[in-house]
């Protein structure tokens, strides 16, 4: 009940910070002053949807469920390379159908948590390799797909959750050596390979190139103080680069100040708690992993978000969960938390269905 009413609360304050925050920010890009809250709003009922419908699924249906979850956003994400792909800032993450562009792989996310759990617990079902490394020769797969985007803040992502669970499953030193391996390798390869990981990491380094963007989210967040400036009054929001997605946060802090910061945050924190409450004493180990690294993903991306904005680590395009603008991120989330309030349910008996 905990997760989903807090849940409920951080759309509710998503769909009210779209509703002050962002009619600016539409006649900016020559938009009708209320073009994102109706978008925002046109998603918030399916984002419901979603969450109701997945926590009625069994055990067993969120396997299958997301195995073609998994295919299909697999497929989603070729089709963008080699079709119909929208590039933005020089990756293509995006593709379009029916007059709206989603990003699959926030799809592929959710999925590879429920699969790699689904491997950590078959109990050596595979029975021609290891589960570990086949784990971690899909980790492999999907971090390749990622990076070939390029989503550097994804694969870190990624990587996190699957490291997570690894470590809960029964990690040993000989996967801690590998995994730390080959994601320094990677790390190191996205710097010298992609351009557009090397030039934010140069720019949060050495100061070099351009700092525009989290120059005025700074600014932004400065000029909120503790109190902020109020609801819609904000100023630097217009001239900030994506003020809408990835720093929705800067705009919370102008105008709702340290004091609104600190109210999100702490139903941020109280969310991903309350999901450790409820599997900690959880005794099937898929529920335990699925959950675990479905907490850690929410976790992984509020901390890359808001450690973005505030200039703690290097610009990254990941958005804030419930609060940005973004279909793709909310149906995501709801997925994620659909999942979560579905293994987590008392007295269901399907739930242990394998």
């Excluded at 978008?39 to 984002?47: G, N």
Aim: net charge positive; with cysteine.
């Amino acid at each position: 009940r905990n997760i989903f009413i807090t849940t409920i609360i951080l759309i509710v304050i998503g769909c009210l910070i779209s509703f002050i925050a962002t009619p600016s920010i539409a006649i900016k890009y020559d938009l009708e002053p209320y073009y994102f809250v109706k978008k925002h709003l046109f998603f918030t009922p399916f984002t419901l949807f979603f969450i109701f419908f997945i926590s009625l699924f069994s055990k067993l249906g969120i396997k299958r469920f997301f195995l073609f979850i998994f295919f299909i956003s697999f497929l989603l994400i070729l089709y963008s390379f080699f079709f119909t792909g929208i590039e933005v800032k020089g990756a293509t993450r995006w593709v379009y159908f029916f007059g709206y562009s989603f990003q699959p792989s926030e799809f592929l996310k959710v999925s590879f948590v429920i699969i790699c759990a689904w491997i950590f617990s078959s109990k050596n079902k595979f029975k021609l390799i290891n589960n570990q490394i086949f784990s971690f020769i899909l980790y492999l797969f999907v971090s390749s797909l990622i990076l070939s985007q390029p989503d550097f803040s994804m694969f870190v992502i990624i990587s996190s959750i699957y490291f997570g669970q690894l470590f809960i499953s029964g990690l040993k030193w000989k996967w801690v050596i590998a995994c730390s391996i080959f994601f320094s390798f990677f790390s190191f390869a996205s710097y010298f390979f992609l351009s557009n990981v090397k030039i934010r990491i140069d720019n949060f380094f050495y100061s070099s190139g351009d700092n525009y963007q989290i120059s005025k989210s700074l600014q932004a967040i400065k000029e909120g103080g503790l109190f902020g400036k109020g609801g819609g009054m904000g100023t630097v929001k217009d001239n900030l680069p994506d003020a809408h997605t990835d720093f929705i946060f800067s705009v919370i802090a102008e105008e709702f100040g340290t004091i609104g910061c600190l109210f999100i945050i702490f139903f941020f924190i109280y969310l991903i708690l309350s999901i450790y409450k409820r599997v900690k004493n959880e005794k099937y180990l898929f529920i335990i992993l699925s959950v675990s690294g479905l907490a850690i993903q929410l976790g992984s991306q509020i901390f890359v978000n808001i450690g973005s904005t505030i200039g703690l680590i290097p610009t990254t395009g990941t958005t804030l969960p419930f609060i940005s603008y973004g279909g793709s991120s909310m149906i995501s989330m709801a997925l994620n938390i659909g999942v979560i309030l579905s293994l987590t349910r008392v007295n269901y008996k399907d739930n242990i269905a394998s």
